[in-house]
């Protein structure tokens, strides 16, 4: 299993930035994909970017260009920078970590951090 820890997150005004901050318990290079998700009331979760054990990246259409996700992999942090940011952006952000042992393995699936408020004002 994993632990993740979450940091950063906050109010900013249009156009600002803020940087997320995920810690987990388990070295990245064993941890298939680090992903950051974000749901607003309402609205069901949704992934804003991911970075695999690769390094391979993904944004979600909204935020590319806006957002980078990152890793320091001796640290096992993964960041999520967020520039330009838009009242559209409001919403708690979740780190996500996603195991995979195989399948019958009880480890194999995905971990949640308690999740960071994102408020950004117009």
């Known amino acids: 299993q994993v632990q993740l820890v979450e940091s950063g997150g906050g109010a900013v005004q249009t156009g600002g930035s803020l940087r997320l901050s995920c810690t987990a318990s388990?070295?990245?290079?064993?941890?298939?994909?680090m992903n950051w998700y974000r749901q607003s009331p309402g609205v069901q979760r949704s992934l804003v970017a991911s970075i695999s054990i690769y390094g391979t990246t993904n944004y979600e259409n909204s935020v590319k260009g806006r957002f980078t996700i990152s890793r320091d992999t001796a640290k096992n942090t993964v960041a999520l920078q967020m520039n330009s940011l838009k009242p559209e952006d409001t919403a708690i952000y979740f780190c996500n970590a996603r195991l995979n042992f195989g399948d019958r393995d009880p480890r194999t699936g995905d971990y949640w951090g308690q999740g960071t408020q994102v408020t950004v004002s117009s």
């Open positions: 388990l070295s990245l290079t064993r941890i298939s994909s």
